[in-house]
């Protein structure tokens, strides 16, 4: 007896039929003037969305994500261009080679980015700062910080040619 009641099923629980919305409201389509879905109403009345390939964005304070972060800081800044030689050397770029005691005073031999050498003197410019200071063994640069967080604008750049442990004894 209790086969037969469980396997008709009277003893199982049916869930209580739950009524659904009509297809048209739930996809919120606008009704003609019968009780057709109107699809031309529909579309013209959705919004607007970018195209493929093209996105618009609400910075909200904050930076773009998709711009990059390697494109110049300033207006000013990206309307330089390098020059050739060493007005269009980075201070990091250039290394320390010799430096030579002339009548005038000293100038010092750095070896480029493009692999040539090239003899400098006290105030030559380079992209971005000046040699300061030139003695027998280092070039001094004052080179201009271009980081916009950074609180100082300048700072100095000593270039020697022996290395610390060198120098020492």
Known sequence: MV?????S????????????????????????????PDPIKAILEQEVQPAPGQYTYNPQGRRDPFVSLMKPVSAEEAKRVKKPGPEGFLIQEVALKGVVKTPEGFT????????????????????????????????????????PLSPVRTREVRKSLYTTEEARQ
């Open 3 to 7: 086969a037969a009641l469980l396997a």
């Open 9 to 36: 099923g009277a003893w199982a629980q049916q869930p209580a039929p739950v009524e659904q919305p009509p297809a048209e409201a739930a996809l919120n389509i606008p009704m003609g003037d019968g009780d057709k």
């Open 108 to 147: 010092a031999m750095v070896l480029g980015p493009d692999g040539k050498s090239y003899f400098v003197k006290l105030g030559q410019r380079f992209y971005d700062g000046a040699v300061t200071a030139l003695d027998g063994s280092s070039v001094t640069f004052r080179q201009e910080v271009a980081d």
